[in-house]
């Protein structure tokens, strides 16, 4: 590395070992216990040992990896720079004129490392392995699949909005469908159907069964009446069918799409994809948030030992990941717009790590 002196690359090397031995630790557990957990799934006659392994684990690991990587990241810091204070190391850079701001250069250089591969990877690669994993416990473990949705209203174009009451999958049958045409403030023509069937073979084809409809021009009124129309809507059902892993099975350019589309459209849904999207961007800031505050609060040497510093480090980390959780929960329920659920415990924890920077050795 040009540039970079032997302490860069000594402290470097620490980081970065250690946060890869902290995720080869911790996921072994995980997937121990997961097998464990689904021990009686797997040993159906119908799921194939290579579904199993390539289908599932195979994206079961990056996903759960990149899921916890700032407990990694916050365990790895605290871990090696508590043990490096405890053996004086610290003491000692400081004393031959080292400055703590210098100390941390090759801090955030690691987590500037690991900051741009979680980016890549929430963004661009992890996602479409989130849809293989999904389907394999849908099809062999638990359906998490959406399948009922109620009280479903969208503008599908410009003046023309559609409701359904009620959508089962199972049967691929809406109820009490209503779909009204305007043109500017004047209603143009409303359909109603007792129920409509989406044909999934053929792309926006939906038959409508006792359907009426009535077409305005001014004063005057024209209806019609039917048992069965083939027409096309362009909606599909799975626009509505979301649930909370669908957008994870989604690349960051696919949930700016899909948030722009279901925004235009008024769907209530428009939000879980804006939320995922920003939580992604937020992750990325954080691995420099949680080194900054797992350095400087491990690099005095304390009479406790490093022990002490570890019990404060996940403390601070699992708060981290449940105030994410939280404000998440917040944004989903209308509550909290989804820019500052996802920025917000980053916000917090900046504040955390400039007070802890302050009281750093110098």
């Known amino acids: 590395m040009k540039g970079l002196s032997r302490l860069d690359r000594y402290i470097i090397k620490q980081f970065l070992g250690t946060f890869f031995f902290a995720i080869l630790l911790i996921i072994s557990i995980s997937v121990v216990f997961d097998i464990n957990e689904k021990i009686d799934d797997f040993l159906k006659p119908e799921v194939p040992l290579s579904d199993i392994l390539f289908q599932y684990y195979l994206n079961f690991i990056p996903f759960y990896a990149n899921l916890f990587s700032p407990l990694f990241v916050f365990i790895a810091v605290i871990f090696f720079t508590s043990k490096l204070a405890e053996n004086s190391e610290i003491i000692a850079m400081l004393s031959s004129g080292v400055s703590f701001k210098r100390l941390m250069r090759p801090y955030l250089i690691s987590a500037a490392i690991i900051a741009s591969v979680t980016f890549v990877l929430n963004n661009y690669i992890i ?3 989130n849809a293989k994993r999904l389907e394999f416990e849908n099809n062999y473990i638990k359906d998490k699949k959406v399948k009922y949705a109620e009280s479903v209203q969208m503008e599908l174009e410009k003046g023309v909005f559609l409701f359904i009451g009620s959508y089962s999958a199972s049967t ?3 109820y009490q469908v209503s779909l009204e045409r305007f043109n500017k403030r004047d209603l143009e023509s409303r359909l109603i159907a007792e129920r409509a069937v989406y044909n999934p073979d053929s792309l926006y084809h939906w038959t409508l069964f006792n359907y009426r409809i009535r077409n305005f021009d001014g004063l005057y009124e024209r209806d019609s009446v039917g048992g ?3 027409t096309i809507i362009h909606l599909q059902p ?3 069918l979301v649930g909370k892993h669908d957008v994870e099975t989604m690349t960051t350019p696919q949930l700016d799409k899909q948030a722009k589309v279901q925004s235009k459209r008024g769907m209530s849904n428009a939000k879980v994809y804006s939320i995922e999207m920003h939580k992604r961007y937020a992750s990325m800031f954080s691995a420099f ?5 797992g350095a400087t609060l491990s690099s005095r040497k304390m009479k406790n030992g490093m022990g002490f510093n570890i ?3 996940l403390g601070l980390s699992f708060g981290y990941i449940l105030f ?3 404000t998440s929960t917040f944004a989903v329920n209308g509550q909290m717009p989804p820019w500052l659920a996802a920025w917000l415990p980053n916000i917090t924890y900046i504040f955390i790590a400039a ?3 302050k009281k750093a050795p110098r």
């Not at 948030?289 to 505050?293: A, D, G």
């Open 355 to 357: 007070y802890l920077y």
């Open 238 to 240: 799975s626009e509505f």
């Open 289 to 293: 948030i949680l080194t900054i505050i």
């Open 127 to 129: 996602p479409p392995g």
């Open 324 to 326: 994410t959780t939280v």
């Open 311 to 313: 019990a404060i480090g």
């Open 172 to 174: 691929n049958t809406g």
């Open 228 to 230: 069965s129309l083939d």
